[in-house]
């Protein structure tokens, strides 16, 4: 029914017809609960999903995939079922609905789009939202095996950082979604006690580049093109998005997708996991 980006226009002509998801995540030291946002004021129909509670618990990261048996119940507790199209949004416009959309995508559940402009610009055009929980009747989600394709870990990454110094050619593009200082190492990580920098070789695409900041929107698909291509960036070739816990590469992901890119994966565990390991390469250049 739909594409993986939907405008307002779209969303709001067919509401009763898809399952609307409310994805919002901000980072700990803005002290914002996204789930008492969501209580106060959502999308009409929309529930909400949590991306620090559907995660894998026995890891000590930040909102790692979860086991598809968690993900399957979560999804079905919120009235999903595998015929449905689901629409992410958030409260930012573009920002943490992509980290739900990549995880359905990495589930097999590809009916799946983001939101445009988010709860900003729904609001902004006096479309019909409401307050408190939705009533949600459970339904069976049959979920699928991870698609090994659209996700990367700690060893892949970690030998594809090895090739800078023997075989540079053979490595696979690695684009960082994190501000250019902290890819640099001039500012410091937000999460104590983590070095900055970057991984060799990889190529700084800070998140906020592919929004365009006066609307909230991620850039039209040539705007998308003409930005990666001034980046370098490759898109008819196997790449890696990575970032600082997994959020703002999805980012990535979905501008990659709507740039043309085909072989496009998320580095799950992304800063936060590499840059702890001792045995982690970090290049800092500023």
Known sequence: MFGNLVSTEELASNLGKVKVLDGSWHMPNTNRDPYEEYLA??????????????KDTSVDLPHMLPAPEVFAKA????????DDQVVVYDTAGIFSACRVY??????????????????PAWIKENRPTESGNVDIKPVEFKVKPL????????KTVLANAKLAETNPQQQIQV??????ARFTGEAPEPRAGLSSGHMP?????????????????????????????SKNVDLTKPMITSCGS????????????????????????????????KDSLIIKSG
């Open 102 to 119: 990549w995880t359905f995508k990495a589930f097999g559940h590809n009916r799946v789009s983001v939101l445009n402009g988010g709860l």
């Open 246 to 277: 997994g959020i703002t590469a999805s980012i990535l992901y979905l501008a990659l997708e709507r740039a043309g890119a085909k072989d496009i994966a998320v580095y799950d565990g992304s800063w936060t996991e590499y840059a702890d390991k």
């Open 41 to 54: 004021k959502h999308i009409k129909t929309a529930g909400f999903f949590p991306i620090d509670t559907i």
């Open 147 to 154: 698609d090994e394709s659209l996700v990367r870990d700690y």
């Open 175 to 180: 684009l960082d979604a994190r501000p250019k």
């Open 75 to 82: 999804v079905g507790n919120l009235g999903i079922s595998n």
């Open 201 to 229: 070789n990889s190529i700084s695409v800070p998140f906020n580049e592919v929004i365009d900041p006066a609307k909230g929107e991620l850039l039209d698909d040539e705007s998308l093109r003409k930005l990666f291509a």
